[in-house]
């Protein structure tokens, strides 16, 4: 067995060296064709320590420095304490890679003692192990290492580190945001952005001045992969949402681990498409398994339950926006402001519309197929265009905690928050508006009254 974990960590280790390589100018790949299995085995287990040492060098090393700030990625979001596993599994990765066997050696199995059901950091332990064995005596097990090599479970593995050391060489850049939080009120505290090319999850702290990375964090995603479409398509969906609940984990199976946060799938715009299913949730994984693959879920997305924990203490039900993406475009808050600027618009004259108590004006601002609260009715089936005006009563309204939440898939989306307090009075109505793009016009589609 050890024989067959030296081959897999040979190829462990070269995973991340090999995708690194080939980031270089030119593409040319530095890391050496993997092992065939087709050679001797005594071969293999022989040039097992060496070869792990230089994986390690070529491909722990070089992760250690694609992690660490070079001049392109020197102002970019370092990776948060938060995450104590994956950061102590990077520092094992890092010290091998400088040639200090030993301490990683000493660091792994800490990390396995603390956490025995990561299995990865599992694998890594092993393959520490082995290039401590002198290459005479390590075995020769062709068949056991051929099969390790087919196993699917060693390729999720595989996939697994690889996704980690990507998400963790390629930072985002520093003062930027998920391109989808064009403006987040502070009654937002935090805000959650899922991306699944990455296997990651962001978590990002809301304040006076803006929105700041603190923590991200592996997930898994489903197991058919992303843009759920059907009920049962084993698919994670592509949008922006809400946190709606936070469930006990007591009241769960063990298969959900330290709990689960469901979300809005299908919101009104999935619903306008025709989308089905439900039941999304970030949850945690059973006590027996630390992480699952990267593709392992039936839609929802997973996270360690050391993770989802911190999670529980952040998010706030109903405030929490969370954004799953195919692959997370950041920019810059100043870049963000200035695209939510043809929205700004476009809510500012709805607002004078309504004010003005002109219906026919304001109908503008509404496709005719407009719903409110779920409300089968179209928009010529209740008066809400005279609900409006009468409700406004032609006083002045302050808007506040403005929220937008932008979404491109072939259609342009906006979900607006916001708060309404109209001259004279101390509160108001809480809007949730669900707003489509259609040439230079933003129209209503879907709006619900969160109190």
């Given amino acids: 067995m050890l024989a067959a974990l030296v081959a897999a960590s040979v190829l462990l280790l070269a995973a991340p060296g090999s995708a690194t390589a080939s980031t270089k100018p030119g593409g040319t790949s530095t890391t050496k064709p993997k092992a065939d299995g087709s050679r001797p085995a005594h071969q293999a287990a022989k040039e097992a320590k060496p070869r792990a040492k230089k994986a390690a060098a070529a491909g722990t090393a070089n992760a250690a420095r694609g992690s660490t700030p070079r001049k392109a990625a020197a102002s970019s979001a370092a990776l948060q304490e938060a995450n104590g596993a994956e950061a102590r599994l990077i520092a094992v990765y890092e010290l091998f890679g400088r040639g200090q066997a030993r301490p990683a050696l000493a660091k792994a199995r800490d990390l396995v003692r603390d956490y025995p059901n990561f299995q990865l950091a599992q694998l890594v332990y092993a393959d520490l192990l082995a290039t401590q064995v002198p290459p005479a005596h390590a075995f020769s097990d062709a068949s056991g290492i051929a099969r390790l090599r087919s196993d699917p479970a060693m390729a999720e593995l595989r996939e697994e580190s690889q996704r980690r050391l990507q998400a963790l060489r390629d930072r985002p850049p520093a003062g930027t945001v998920p391109s989808q939080f064009l403006a987040l009120s502070t009654r937002s505290r935090y805000a959650i952005a899922v991306d699944a090319s990455r296997s990651r999850l962001y978590l990002l702290e809301n304040s006076d001045k803006g929105l ?18 059907a009920e049962g398509d084993a698919r994670t969906p592509l949008g922006v949402y809400y946190i709606t609940s ?35 949730w970030l949850h945690g994984t059973p006590p027996q398994q630390f992480a699952r693959a990267p593709l392992a879920s039936d839609g929802c997305v997973v996270m360690a339950n050391p993770d989802l924990k911190q999670l529980l203490r952040k998010v706030q039900i109903g405030a929490t926006p969370v954004v799953t993406a195919r692959s997370l475009q950041w920019i810059s808050q ?34 005719p197929e407009f719903q409110r609260n779920n409300n089968k009715k179209s928009l010529e089936g209740f008066s809400v265009l005279h609900d409006e005006v009468e409700y406004a009563q032609g006083k002045r309204v302050q808007f506040k905690d403005m929220s937008y939440l932008h979404w491109r898939d072939g259609d342009e989306t906006m979900v607006a928050t916001f708060g309404e307090v109209f001259e004279g009075e101390k509160s108001g109505r809480t809007r949730r508006q669900y707003w489509l793009r259609q040439g230079s016009e933003w129209k209503l589609f879907h709006e619900e009254i969160l109190g």
């Fill in 334 to 367: 100043p870049q963000a402001q200035k695209e939510a600027q043809s929205f700004t618009s476009a809510i500012a004259a709805w607002k004078d519309a309504r004010a003005n108590g002109n219906e026919a004006q304001l109908k503008k601002f509404y496709l």
């Fill in 212 to 229: 700041q990375l603190v923590a991200d964090y592996y997930v898994s995603v489903g197991k058919s992969g992303i843009g759920k479409v």
């Fill in 246 to 280: 936070s469930l006990d984990p007591k009241s769960l199976r063990d298969f959900y681990g330290a709990g689960a946060l469901p979300i809005n799938y299908p919101n009104p715009y999935d619903v306008r498409r025709g989308k089905t299913g439900g039941g999304i």
